[in-house]
T-cell receptor
């Protein structure tokens, strides 16, 4: 079985501040991990993915995430928030059975 | 450009009516998926298909039906048995060997019961 927990359904940060969105996973086999972003009334766009290569993964729009096996975490970060980062973010895991299991999402608000 | 096309973008259903949501992809992907999205619940898997003429139930298949007669197409029918169909529906696809590449998503269909 596999699952994902995203801590914090809503996160607010000031423009220019650090963005940190938390994701913890559960998997009985080595996982593949993903972060997706969703803008209102749109589909999901892949931000980045971990596929057992480098543990620090860089994605689009300046986002990155670090895979920490000991903590079963895959937190998403961005050093400096921009207004255009306001969206909903989903962490997802795929572990052997090839189906993606999603977390419940974190809505990111950027304060001007 | 290759991608996934979902139509219509907005759909209204009367009580007791069946409606069909379209999903077409030109990515030559083998597997296709239907997810339902409700506020605060993330994405929940309805049905998926890894090959033509074969599909499996996901976590919330009751009240839904699908078909996979062509590789490019995976329509979802929301039947009258689905008691709370108002939601945002997302279609996705990937190659069979594309586990590590994640899914490609369509832009979604918002279904509202009137």
């Amino acid at each position: 079985a596999q699952s994902v927990t995203q801590l914090g359904s809503h996160v607010s940060v000031s423009e220019g501040a650090l963005v940190l969105l938390r994701c913890n996973y559960s998997s009985s086999v080595p996982p593949y991990l993903f972060w997706y972003v969703q803008y209102p009334n749109q589909g999901l766009q892949l931000l980045l993915k971990y596929t057992s290569a480098a543990t620090l993964v860089k994605g689009i729009n300046g986002f990155e995430a670090e895979f920490k096996k000991s903590e079963t975490s895959f937190h998403l970060t961005k050093p400096s928030a921009h207004m255009s980062d306001a969206a909903e973010y989903f962490c997802a895991v795929s572990a052997g059975n090839e189906k993606l299991t999603f977390g419940t999402g974190t809505r990111l608000t950027i304060i001007p | 450009d290759g991608g996934i096309t979902q139509s219509p973008k907005y759909l209204f259903r009367k009580e007791g009516q069946n409606v069909t949501l379209s999903c077409e992809q030109n990515l030559n992907h083998d597997a296709m998926y239907w997810y339902r999205q409700d506020p605060g619940q993330g994405l929940r898997l309805i049905y998926y298909s890894q090959i033509v003429n074969d599909f499996q139930k996901g976590d919330i298949a009751e009240g839904y039906s699908v078909s996979r007669e062509k590789k490019e197409s995976f329509p979802l029918t929301v039947t009258s048995a689905q008691k709370n169909p108002t939601a945002f529906y997302l279609c996705a696809s990937r190659t069979v060997s594309g586990t590590i590449y994640g899914y490609t998503f369509g832009s979604g269909t918002r279904l509202t019961v009137v």
